[in-house]
T-cell receptor
């Protein structure tokens, strides 16, 4: 069964450093998303991406964040200068046209900012 | 008022029990309603997906949506220890739109 994959599973970084989180969405999906979940809190939407551009973003997704689809398979989230409060689980999701709102999630990347 | 409210539990039931999980919401624009299951430190796994009001059944799981009351439910019949997880409701206002989430209900099914 096709699945969303994410790398790395755990990333530790120093405050102020740049990180790139990588995702490979399900191959025939066209819509891509990033969410985050701070420990003990709700899952929060960050950004959605379709047709090589951002279709929606939340207030959390400020100038420190960017997304890219560098090739036909990868989808990345970059945080330019990490803050302590960026520590969270980051989930990538994708959805297709047959069930356009059924979003399938990857296993997540645990980001720890020291 | 929070957009989506969900009692975090924990909920503990014996094996074989019927489990009822629910969420309330305030935004009448929500049309798509999902239930996800999340095991500890894993990604959410889509269980049920419902559009608008009504019921949907899949094996031991039944999802219900009552838009007039802004209330959704997930029922699990013949619960198993492997059902022990956190169950999250999520909803959106349109196709491929952001999901708004509940906090999740922690469920333990005891053998």
């Amino acid at each position: 069964e096709p699945e969303v994959t994410q790398t790395p599973s755990h990333q530790v970084t120093q405050m102020g450093q740049e990180v790139i989180l990588r995702c490979v969405p399900i191959s025939n999906h066209l819509y891509f998303y990033w969410y985050r979940q701070i420990l003990g809190q709700k899952v929060e939407f960050l950004v959605s991406f379709y047709n090589n551009e951002i279709s929606e973003k939340s207030e959390i997704f400020d100038d420190q964040f960017s997304v890219e689809r560098p090739d036909g398979s990868n989808f990345t989230l970059k945080i330019r200068s990490t803050k302590l409060e960026d520590s969270a689980m980051y989930f990538c999701a994708s959805s297709g046209t047959s069930g356009p709102n059924e979003q399938f999630f990857g296993p997540g990347t645990r980001l720890t900012v020291l | 008022q929070k957009e989506v409210e969900q009692d975090p539990g924990p909920l503990s039931v014996p094996e074989g029990a019927i489990v009822s999980l629910n969420c309330t919401y305030s935004n009448s624009a929500f049309q798509y309603f999902m239930w996800y299951r999340q095991y500890s430190r894993k990604g959410p796994e889509l269980l049920m997906y419902t559009y608008s009001s009504g019921n949907k059944e899949d094996g031991r799981f039944t999802a219900q949506v009552d838009k007039s009351s802004k209330y959704i439910s997930l029922f699990i019949r013949d619960s198993q220890p492997s059902d022990s997880a956190t169950y999250l409701c999520a909803m959106s206002a349109g196709n491929n739109r952001k999901l708004i989430w509940g906090l999740g209900t922690s469920l333990a099914v005891n053998p």
